[in-house]
């Protein structure tokens, strides 16, 4: 029976990646320290035989007894409202953290997967970004808290596979969205819904014409999956590569919904990227992975989830 690490596993990512692994036969040992991940998320595997919870904060230590197989390396806060919230705690988290989980990883032998982001590409010059396209980061503005940590982590894993021949892995996530997303998480496609299930306007940010592109969580959570069982050393992009402007988002939530939320447009924030889009032809060449779950579709999930969150 594989036994697996997953640092952060009550966040978003993390609890959906708690699910898929005990599906598959997984010993889970999930370690979160929560001041961004939710109980709530685990709630429902708390007394699974093959489940642990440990608070704990990964940047001071991490000890787990017993043979490991496997760590999934999702600690981090991952929306601009958490890491401009916790600046410090992002950054020593993506350094200090990531050093302790690739040490324990080599202490035990296990294969190490690190949760990248887009957001290493930075406000990119070239779409869609490649992984090996370098990015464009403003190491000193508000967002290179979260941008450079995840820089660095994925150059200190890097080094781990190279010096030490550690197995590791690099997934750069693209915007995911789903169930377990945070009502207040301040993501695009969160924001919108819960705007408009109020009847609050909707935030746009510019003139909305800054382009993202939605993966739902169910397609990504299975191209981690497969990037785990892989032999896939170089970063791999995981997202959706249809590509919508923020106001087009805005208007399909609206319509879904059914409501009358006006669109409110307020002032760009600092280093906000204009485009981003992935180009997956690594993933799907080497994971035979592409997403399958379209737009409409799972907002629809979403849209059902925060409904019941709501209420």
């Not at 990248?116 to 464009?136: A, F, I, K």
């Amino acid at each position: 029976m594989p036994r697996t690490l997953i640092t952060g596993g009550a966040g978003f990512l993390g609890s959906h990646l708690c699910n898929r692994l005990l599906q598959e036969g997984h010993e889970i040992i999930c370690m979160d320290n929560l001041i961004t991940g939710d109980p709530e998320n685990v709630a429902h595997v708390i007394g699974h035989e093959r489940f642990r919870f440990i608070k704990c904060d990964v940047t001071e230590y991490i000890f787990v007894e017993g043979p490991l197989d496997s760590i999934l390396h999702f600690a981090s806060p991952a929306s601009p409202v958490d890491y401009l919230k916790y600046p410090i705690q992002t950054l020593k988290v993506g350094a200090l953290g990531t050093h302790k989980a690739l040490g324990l990883a080599k202490a035990k032998g296990a294969t190490f997967l690190l949760a990248s982001t887009s957001e290493v590409y930075g406000d990119p010059l070239v779409s869609p970004q490649r992984e090996d396209y370098w990015g464009n980061v403003n190491s000193v503005g508000p967002r290179g808290v979260y941008d450079e940590a995840k820089r660095f982590a994925e150059a200190m894993t890097m080094a781990y596979h190279r010096a030490h021949g550690l197995d590791t892995r690099i997934v750069r996530i693209f915007n995911t969205y789903g169930p377990r997303q945070r009502l207040n998480d301040g993501r695009v496609v969160s924001n919108f819904i819960v705007q408009a299930l109020k009847g609050e306007p909707i935030t746009v940010y510019g003139d909305g014409s800054q382009t993202r592109s939605f993966c739902y969580v169910d397609d990504m959570i299975e191209g981690i999956f497969r990037l785990l069982l892989s032999r896939e050393h170089e970063p791999v992009n995981l997202g959706n590569p249809h590509e919508v402007s923020v106001l087009e988002l805005a208007h399909l939530v609206k319509q879904l919904i059914g409501s009358g939320s006006p669109v409110e447009f307020r002032p760009l924030p600092i280093d906000d990227p204009k485009v981003r889009r992935p180009d997956i032809s690594r993933a799907m060449e080497r994971l035979g992975w592409r997403p399958k779950v379209d737009l409409k579709a799972g907002l629809m999930q979403t849209i059902e989830y925060f409904q019941k969150k709501l209420s």
